[in-house]
């Protein structure tokens, strides 16, 4: 028996995929989306809980079918920096992690110059409505782990409503919380101009798909994330990427303006079902 080497199995199986090998890929149409029953200004089921993590002071989980995250919130506690002098105001750190078995393509153990990027756009939609004067010399360490991704959108999305769903739970004192909800530019097709015994042809406005997953990512021409204080009717980011028309662009955060109202309701729901579970304990 050769000890330097691991035996395989004797029995193997065929493993298990989520597709057919056959399966058909998945090309842009009008009003018909990668998951047919969904139309295009629908957003998926969400499932969002809070104290899931007992070592955290606030936690929150959101899973939107096959995007799932993980938040726990760590704080406020003090913070002594050597050289500086007192600061009138709290910091609030935020960092996310893909995990390993995440994505269909293995993440590194190391945060990559992406993770980094999101890091801090979370920390600008996020620091707005946390109450940071209270806090002198105080830090909050909000910790996000994205366990499945399907579309990096989406997944920036559910993890600033998870955080601020679990800054809330935290008991940290903000001004309101803060859903975020992403919309895609997804071009369907070509119209033919006026001019078409010249041979012209113009490509037609792309169609807006609230909350697109991976496969309807892959499409876009442009995405838009927007973070949104409801109660305050407030933004407090706006991430815009790729080209798009200036019409287009205000339709989609119109649609994103209603989509975050509908994401609002939801964690104020999960927050007062963690009052009530604490109440009965």
Known sequence: MDRKRVPGPELSVAPLVEYPVDRTC?????????????????????????GLINQANGSAYIEL???????????????????QGFSGHGVLNCEIKFATFSCAKRRTN??????????LIITQA??????????????????????????????????????SAALAH???????????????????????TATESAGSIASSPPQIFMDADLEEEKHEQGSIVLAY?????????????????????????????EACNKIYAVMHHALLESVTENKSL
């Open 26 to 50: 998945w090309t842009p149409q009008k009003d018909q989306r990668h998951d047919a029953s969904r139309q295009p200004e629908d957003m998926r089921p969400i499932y969002l809980k809070t």
């Open 65 to 83: 079918e096959k995007t799932k995250i993980a938040c726990g919130v760590y704080g406020p506690r003090s913070v002594k920096r050597v050289g």
């Open 110 to 119: 190391v945060r990559d110059p992406q993770e980094k990027n999101l890091s």
């Open 126 to 163: 996020l620091t707005p409505a946390v109450r940071l004067d209270l806090l002198p010399k105080s830090a909050i360490d909000v910790y996000i782990t994205v366990l499945e991704s399907d579309g990096i959108s989406s997944c920036l999305s559910a993890a600033i409503t998870a955080a």
């Open 170 to 192: 935290a008991g940290i004192e903000m001004l309101d919380l803060v859903a975020a909800c992403s919309a895609s530019y997804i071009p369907t097709g070509l119209s033919i």
């Open 229 to 257: 204080m409801p109660s305050r009717n407030e933004v407090t980011h706006v991430l815009q990427s790729g080209k798009a028309e200036g019409a287009i662009i205000s339709q989609s955060v119109e649609h994103c303006v």
